[in-house]
């Protein structure tokens, strides 16, 4: 069980990975599945994933050897019959951790509050019927008698699922929900760093200028990458002739486009993000292009908050768009007059 405390320490901090490869070797250089000697670290699940979680850490070429040897023990572990309870569920746990891909779903052998615990650690994808599983073992209090262990996985296991259904319902997402997230961005904004001195000694001041729609897309990008694995920059979309399309944003699977749009003066500028974005919808959303709905996101350098209802009912009335978020900009964020203007 050191090895796996050594394992687990590892994984938190890169200074235990000397001790860590130290003790693995004493561990590979002894003998399992000795007839006549009782089993312990073979069926020992806690030590295993420990270990498991430790030989992941490693760089190469000390990593390969090493899940090779661990990968043959948990085989030989799981050819032998025993209750399918916490501790099988952990030693099935560590040999998925080391497959390829981490293909969870064809180690059926591990509990689904034990695979949403780990999927935050490992960022794999969940399914629905998993998600749904794992809050009906948690609420049920089932897997009480497992000590504290399953208690700890349990907590991190509800503590995924809680951030997720925090955000958006989970296996039911659909573009109204990114709008909703997207929407929020103005409040977001509050803690938009705009500094007149350091806020510390050591610091400059720092004042993240927005200036054009570049700046705007990267802003987004951090709302929206964390919560959809498949976001995409700068899509390439279906060609029309010569034309080569390209959309801001994009989410496949959900077959939406977050169209972005920067506002600047002038009563015409309105006019012309509407027509913008109508002539995108009719070449983003044609068949076979992959995308079918458009989020729009105006961003009004003159914080004209007045024109914004207008605006978005203009833009909602363009076939596609399922939703339009007019944003401001802060008016903390000055900008000097005589700012070039963006040819974009």
Partial sequence: MHVAVLGYAFDLDRSFASPFVEALTW?????????????????????????????????????????????????????????ADWNESLIHAASACLSSGHDWAQHRGVA???????????????????????????????????????????????????????????????????????????????????EDAPRTSRSAAAQWAVENEYHVQDMLWVVLAPVFPDLDDEEWLKSLGQHHPRADLAIPSLRVIVEVKFLRKGKSAFSKIIQEVAADAGTYLQDGSGFDTIVAFVWDDEARTEEHEELRRGLMQIRGVEDAIVVSRPSKMTRPSSAEEDPA
Wanted: hydrophobic share 50%.
């Fill in 112 to 194: 689904d509050d034990l695979t949403v615990a780990l999927s935050a650690k490992w960022a794999f994808a969940l399914t629905e019927a998993m998600r749904a599983s794992a809050w009906a073992l948690i609420s049920s209090l089932s897997g009480e008698d497992d000590g504290t262990t399953r208690a700890a996985t349990q907590l991190a296991a509800m503590t995924r699922l809680l951030r997720d259904a925090s955000t958006l319902r989970p296996g039911s997402t659909t573009p109204a929900d990114v709008a909703r997230l997207l929407s929020g961005v103005n409040r977001s904004l509050r803690r938009w760093a705009w």
């Fill in 27 to 83: 561990l590979r250089a002894r003998r399992y599945f000795v007839q006549g000697r009782p089993l312990a670290f073979e069926i020992d699940g806690l030590a295993l994933l420990g270990v498991a979680v430790g030989i992941l850490k490693l760089d190469q070429p000390e990593a390969a050897p090493a899940a090779a040897w661990l990968r043959d023990l948990l085989a030989e572990t799981l050819r032998r019959s025993r209750p």
